[in-house]
């Protein structure tokens, strides 16, 4: 059974930069879409950006991080990543990674069928 594990999360201050890994142990990690979603207590999960399968030539980020944010993944780790940068008090949430059984670069939630347990992100003014 996949599992992913996220990391990175803590505390920055607004303006600051942060990665996050997500770890898959899964021999096909490569074979499918993975993205990253947010979250806060009492809200829907929002997405934040996602990566085709393969070299993840194609990606997708919401219009809220784009040009601030990278997703990236490395084959050879089984990981996935998102550098944040210039980073916002809004953007306070627990992050988490998922993998998707859709081609492309999927911004729904609902087409990502594994999940990892989330990490926290705190961004102070």
């Known amino acids: 059974q996949i599992q992913l594990v996220e990391s990175g999360g803590g505390l920055v201050q607004a303006g600051g930069s942060l990665r996050l890994s997500c770890a898959v142990s899964?021999?096909?990690?490569?074979?499918?879409?993975m993205g990253w979603f947010r979250q806060a207590p009492g809200k829907e999960r929002e997405f934040v950006a996602a990566?085709?399968?393969?070299?993840?030539?194609?990606?997708t980020y919401a219009d809220s991080v784009k040009g601030r944010f990278t997703i990236s993944r490395d084959i050879a780790k089984t990981t996935i990543y998102l550098q944040m940068t210039t980073v916002k008090p809004e953007q306070t949430d627990i992050y988490y990674c998922?993998?998707?059984?859709?081609?492309?670069?999927?911004?729904?939630?609902?087409?990502?069928?594994?999940w990892g347990q989330g990490t926290q992100v705190t961004i102070s003014t």
């Open positions: 990566i085709s399968r393969m070299a993840g030539d194609t990606t």
């Open positions: 899964s021999r096909t990690f490569s074979s499918y879409p």
């Open positions: 998922a993998r998707s059984n859709m081609h492309g670069a999927p911004n729904r939630s609902t087409v990502y069928n594994s």
